[in-house]
């Protein structure tokens, strides 16, 4: 595996403008065209950066992979920049689709990039990925070297996604896409229901808010792009609808990712008077309800392709 690791890296050499375009069944036909990433001070990670949370953004990306990665590829010379590749548990999945980019995957944690090395390495032998630890708001790539933008769940823990991305559309270069992919809580519904269990998912979404995330931002992918400077917008929901059928996603998705995800605040809840332990944990303990026989779960991811002007 060839492999850079830069706090003040040098753009990509800059292709032709007649790069190849990638194939992303979400951009408009009229145009040719988990984990880390958040700017100092101002990023909301509730989850924390344990290892069980590593493992958690894991099982999440190879859970959901055919539904978050379909369609988008990247053809071989393009230059692809992930911000907030966190621990590479979607970096992987990037370089299985576009084997031939030139991906550079980019976080503010030194650890994350680290695992996300490790992840490369022991899951993609061979490829060929430039490492850069820093803030996506101050990028030190001039502009227009990047060809592509993948962006996925690190905008829901940026106080301001807007300014983010307008710093992120500099390095674009004119015609260039972007690829946004963000959860919704507010989109959790499942069998049985059971209010405790809301009342839990909402108490994550809290959290978040009150640290300056927003756990409900795949709702509004569109606006915040278009604040950004964005066109030809286009935003697709992905919806993951769990049952008795697929055993798979019972594990990997309900139980793994999303019931863990909630989990995985309980401290925080308790310590902000938002619940008590009572209370937070016979929500849990429904949510896993809806992983059992006869329990379904419905979630929806949004994605977004847009191009800059």
């Known amino acids: 595996m060839t492999t850079e690791t830069t706090d003040t890296a ?43 949370e590593a493992l958690r953004l894991g099982d999440q990306a190879d859970t959901l992979a055919e539904l978050l990665h379909a369609g988008t590829a990247y053809p071989a010379g393009s230059r692809v920049l992930e911000a907030g590749c966190g621990v590479g548990a979607q970096t992987v999945h990037l370089l299985a689709s576009s084997p031939g980019a030139e991906l550079t995957a980019a976080d503010i944690s ?42 996925c769940f690190v905008l829901e823990h940026l106080a301001d996604p807007s300014a983010a991305l307008t710093a992120l559309r500099r390095v674009l270069r004119p015609g260039g896409t972007v690829t946004v992919i963000e959860g919704d809580h507010g989109s959790t519904f499942f069998h049985p229901d059971s209010a405790a269990a809301r009342a839990t998912v909402d108490h994550l979404v809290r959290l978040q808010a009150d640290a300056g995330g927003d756990a409900l931002l795949g709702r509004r992918l569109h606006p915040v792009l278009a604040a ?43 310590a902000a008077g938002l619940s008590t332990a009572a209370a937070f944990d016979r929500g849990i303990a429904d949510l896993r309800r809806t992983a059992e026989e006869g329990g379904t779960f419905h979630y929806t991811f949004f994605k977004a392709v847009a191009v800059n002007p």
């Open 228 to 270: 950004a400077g964005f066109r030809d917008i286009a935003v697709r929901p992905l919806t993951v609808s769990v049952d008795d059928s697929r055993p798979a996603l019972v594990e990997g998705f309900t139980r793994r990712t999303f019931v863990a995800m909630v989990e995985s605040v309980r401290a925080d809840a308790l």
């Open 110 to 151: 030194a650890d994350s990039l680290a695992q996300a090395r490790a992840r490369v390495a022991a899951q993609a032998p061979g490829a060929q990925v430039t490492w850069h630890h820093g803030d996506l708001h101050e990028l030190p790539f001039p502009d227009d070297s990047f060809d592509h933008l993948f962006v």
């Open 10 to 52: 040098a753009a990509p050499t800059a292709g032709p403008a007649s790069t190849p375009l990638p194939h992303d069944d979400l951009q408009p036909h009229a145009h040719a065209h988990e984990r880390g990433g958040e700017q100092a001070g101002e990023h909301s990670y509730v989850h924390g950066y344990s290892p069980t």
